[in-house]
């Protein structure tokens, strides 16, 4: 209360409307329980494939929409909603650079104070493991990556193991470490895919949800970095507070660690 002679009535705001796309998928149901329980928001849409995107979005009047379809359409999804002016905040994989030069060049042509936020891991456990990887990388002869996963999944390497191979590869490669050494001649696709340079290992078993492993080896010692997200709720918390700061943020984010200000 400001003034003594004031009512003492609390703040009223309007809640933020939210869409989520690929409503009916594993991460989708999850989002929709979240944004239901959360202050502040609410769920105006739930969206799965064979709806039109447009439509949907004037009639629920959505101001933030959240993404976990799939691979092959999300690129599209987020482009339709820069042309509606809904702030995107995106889980799904299958992000690259080009598809990511894509969107920039759109945000900026539309200039429309649209925040896309695309985050390969919503959880605080791969965020952190993500970044302290990525610190201690320099000091290690060897990394390598081993993600594992639920048989369900439908790309691989994960999108978090090439996020976490990205930063590792330019922490390393601003200190000047070279490669990591590998003797092998016969065999190579025993060692793995390999992301900006470094080997990324993917596991897919019964019982999984989502992990990760970054492995850091020096002579005579060995760092082992493990997140486990072992349900889906892990991923809440982060999908939240994206939702929350997108009107506050334009342009392209890629990654919860700015968010977090831990990047
Ligand atoms: N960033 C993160 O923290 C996380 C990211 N993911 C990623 O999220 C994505 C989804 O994962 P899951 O929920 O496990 O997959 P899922 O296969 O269970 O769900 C995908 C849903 O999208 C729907 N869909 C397909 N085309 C659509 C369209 N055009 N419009 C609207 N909906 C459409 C499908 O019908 C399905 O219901 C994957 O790329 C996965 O890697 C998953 C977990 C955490
Ligand atoms: O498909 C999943 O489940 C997950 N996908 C994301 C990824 O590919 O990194 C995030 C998390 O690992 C779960």
């Avoid at 092959?72 to 905040?89: P, Q």
């Avoid at 690259?96 to 945000?107: I, N, P, T």
């Amino acid at each position: 209360m400001t003034s003594s002679t004031a009512p003492d009535t609390p703040e009223t705001t309007n809640p933020l409307r939210v869409a989520v796309l690929g409503a009916q998928g594993r991460m989708g149901k999850t989002v929709c329980d979240a944004v239901e329980a959360a202050d502040g928001l609410e769920l105006v849409a739930r969206v799965d494939s064979g709806e039109d995107l447009a439509t949907v979005l004037e009639r629920s009047k959505a101001q933030v929409a959240v993404d976990f379809t799939v691979p092959s359409v999300t690129e599209a999804n987020v482009h339709a909603l820069i042309d509606a002016g809904v702030h995107a905040v995106v889980g799904t994989t299958g992000w690259d650079e080009a598809s990511l030069g894509r969107l920039s060049e759109h945000l900026q042509r539309a200039h429309n104070g649209v925040s896309v936020l695309i985050a390969p891991n919503f959880s605080l456990s791969a965020v952190f493991a993500m970044t302290l990887a990525a610190k201690a990388a320099p000091y290690f002869e060897s990394v390598e990556i081993v993600e594992l996963h639920h048989p369900d999944k439908v790309d691989a390497p994960s999108g978090t193991a090439r996020h976490t191979a990205a930063a590792i590869s330019a922490t390393r490669s601003a200190a000047g470490r070279g490669s990591s050494p590998d003797a092998t001649e016969t065999g190579h696709e025993a060692r793995g895919a390999v992301v900006d340079g470094i080997h990324v290992h993917a596991v897919r078993l019964r019982g999984l949800t989502a992990h990760e492993e970054i492995l850091l080896g020096n002579p005579g010692e060995q760092l082992s970095i493990r997140q486990d997200s072992f349900e889906r709720t892990s991923f809440m918390p982060g999908v939240v507070l994206a939702v929350r700061k997108a009107p506050s943020r334009p342009g392209l984010t890629v990654g919860l660690e700015n968010l977090l200000e831990i990047g």
